[in-house]
């Protein structure tokens, strides 16, 4: 027998400007956010990182399982610990596990082995995906869903005035091991949080133009 399917009408977001002025403000927000590796000590509140996880929970995911946890870490010792064991993965790879070609694609960000964002960032969100539901149960288009609400998370995030960073500690199972997460979650990304550092430079980057990131099929 097929489920009962509940359904309750549309609150639609209507912007207070035509959507063409929408969008292309929304840009000019967009355009400014940058990974940063230099965070400021000044205090984050715990609601700002709430209300931004729950903007990410927002996020679409396959047949709605929401395939997604976010464990947000404040505690000085814990982020010691989880440096400790990224530094240690991250000398591996530029010592043994990264190929010439993407240690020469890295140069231009100035990255090494040394992770004391780890540290100084006043929050760490570790985003781990659902291999199976917190009831067992099966879960779908897992790297897919938690991707797009890791979007969504950076996005909020962005807009709170925080800073953030994209970090992939290659493996990343020691996250599991440091956090006592259960088996059926997986590390899939650490992003330290915070106000950027006084001072904080980045990389001078150019992004892509539209017309190499687009292609269009019109009427």
């Not at 998370?153 to 006592?180: C, D, I, N, R, W």
Request: proline share 8%.
């Amino acid at each position: 027998m097929t489920a009962c399917r509940r359904v309750v009408p549309l609150a639609r977001y209507v912007p207070d400007v035509p959507s063409r002025d929408a969008a292309r403000r929304f840009y000019d927000v967009q355009r400014l956010r940058r990974s940063v590796r230099q965070f400021s000590s000044r205090p984050v509140d715990r609601e700002t990182i709430e209300w931004c996880v729950l903007s990410a929970g927002t996020a679409p995911s396959g047949a709605h399982k929401q395939p997604w946890r976010f464990v947000c870490v404040q505690d000085g010792e814990t982020k010691r610990r989880i440096r400790e064991a990224a530094e240690a993965e991250e000398r591996a790879f530029y010592a043994r596990r990264a190929t010439p070609e993407w240690l020469a694609d890295l140069a231009p960000l100035g990255t090494d082995d040394s992770k004391p964002f780890l540290e100084q960032a006043p929050w760490l969100i570790v985003v781990f995906k659902l291999m199976k539901g917190d009831d067992g149960g099966q879960v779908y288009y897992v790297n897919e869903s938690v991707g797009i609400a890791v979007g969504m998370l950076l996005t909020a995030l962005h807009h709170a005035g925080l800073a953030t960073l994209t970090h992939t500690p290659s493996p990343m199972g020691f996250l599991s091991e440091v956090l006592k997460r259960p088996a059926n979650e997986r590390p899939y990304l650490l992003i330290p949080v915070g106000y950027p550092e006084d001072g904080c430079v980045v990389p001078d980057l150019e992004r892509r133009p539209l017309a190499s990131i687009s292609a269009w099929v019109e009427g």
